[in-house]
């Protein structure tokens, strides 16, 4: 002990420089480790390169101009293929707030009146799926754009359910635009699902649901109008139910009202083969047709503009 007294400073000194030995050490281990997994690298991405001279697609100038030259015809076909799916136009005019506004207020009371015009029946002070902005007078920028071509696509179906004059009109919903809140009052305006955006095509599809009252007739003329129209309106899904619960019905008592009382047949009028011999004469009902309640999804394809986010940062569809 009294040596280390005497020679304190030569004691902490290697102390010190043991402690900087394994320090070192510890730090030529981490970096030979690090050096080894960067030599695997190197060596796979030298394999991949003598994999890639080796193919019989060695990327020369030649092949390099093929592949230029195949992608400006898949550019062009692209181009070509959108020309079949245009888009409802929005507007003639730039949108704004003003513009819009007006636009929306004149679009709403137009589709009213072409429904009270026709008879068909619709709730009131019914905004076909812009309850949100309705009372505004300020709207994102950003949504102006996209809200004009949903406004101008809910047009077009009301207009179409209105000539095919089906009963009733209970709701239309559809996905909900870049910075679009829904109000208090228009949460049953909007689908749960966003648009689904094909980047690879560049088109996206705008989903709506339409739910409404008719006969079959009306319904067959509404899927009939669908597929003339010159925009891409794809039914994907029709649930038909009646309108009303089918009332349950006993069978009178023979003779009661509704059940007369089974006569034998006239001489003179020869029965029908297989006819029971007390068949009852007259007409007989076989289809009783009931008005039905349609649940219709629609989607809209589009081609999808370049920089402009059509899902609001929503998911991107298959």
Sequence with gaps: MAWIKRNLVVVISAIIALGLIGFGGWYLLGAMEKNKGMDEEIGGLRAELERIVAAP????PSNIAIAQRELKRVAEFTSEAKKFFPAATASETPLNNQTFAALLHNTIADLTKEASATGIIITTNYHFSFDTEWPSVSFPPASLQP????LAEVKQLSSLLFKAKVNRLEWIRRARVTDEVPGPTAAGDYLPEPPHVNTEAGMVM???????HA?????????EQISRMPEAYVVRSVVVDPAEPLPTQRAPAPGAPG???QLPPRRGIPRAPGAPANAASGLE???NERLLRVIMKVEVIKPMEMGRPESGGRRPGP
């Design 57 to 60: 697609q060695y990327p020369s």
């Design 147 to 150: 809200l004009g071509e949903r």
């Design 206 to 212: 705008w989903p709506y649901e339409i739910v409404f």
């Design 215 to 223: 006969f079959s007739t009306e319904l067959a003329t509404v899927l």
């Design 259 to 261: 059940n007369p009382a």
């Design 285 to 287: 009902t076989f289809l």
